[in-house]
């Protein structure tokens, strides 16, 4: 399993219109293979950064499957920009 881990820094005065396009785009990423869970948290501090957590059976469902499909170049329209500055996107296995 693998953890696909983004702090989201949304531009400011765009959040809740964020959280609406990330409710709609949730079916496109959730239908992709090898897709386990998805989850976004807010902050509580900067509410403009959002937690973004995505559950993969393998790297390459996210890496090479996900964003090498049509499915990935919706969900870049609808979330993109939205971003500032763009996030790092970095994945974690589980170890412990």
């Given at each position: 399993?693998?953890?696909?881990?983004?702090?989201?820094?949304?531009?400011?005065?765009?959040?809740?219109?964020?959280?609406?396009?990330?409710?709609?785009?949730?079916?496109?990423?959730?239908?992709?293979?090898?897709?386990?869970?998805?989850?976004?948290?807010?902050g509580i501090e900067?509410?403009?950064?959002?937690?973004?957590?995505?559950?993969?059976?393998?790297?390459?469902?996210?890496?090479?499957?996900?964003?090498?499909?049509?499915?990935?170049?919706?969900?870049?329209?609808?979330?993109?920009?939205?971003?500032?500055?763009?996030?790092?996107?970095?994945?974690?296995?589980?170890?412990?």
């Open positions: 399993m693998i953890t696909e881990h983004a702090l989201l820094e949304v531009v400011p005065g765009r959040e809740d219109e964020f959280v609406e396009a990330m409710e709609r785009a949730k079916a496109l990423i959730a239908a992709s293979p090898g897709f386990v869970s998805l989850r976004v948290q807010r900067r509410p403009g950064c959002f937690l973004l957590l995505v559950e993969w059976e393998t790297l390459e469902d996210h890496t090479e499957g996900f964003r090498g499909s049509a499915a990935y170049e919706q969900w870049r329209a609808a979330l993109h920009h939205f971003y500032d500055p763009f996030p790092v996107v970095e994945h974690f296995e589980v170890i412990v």
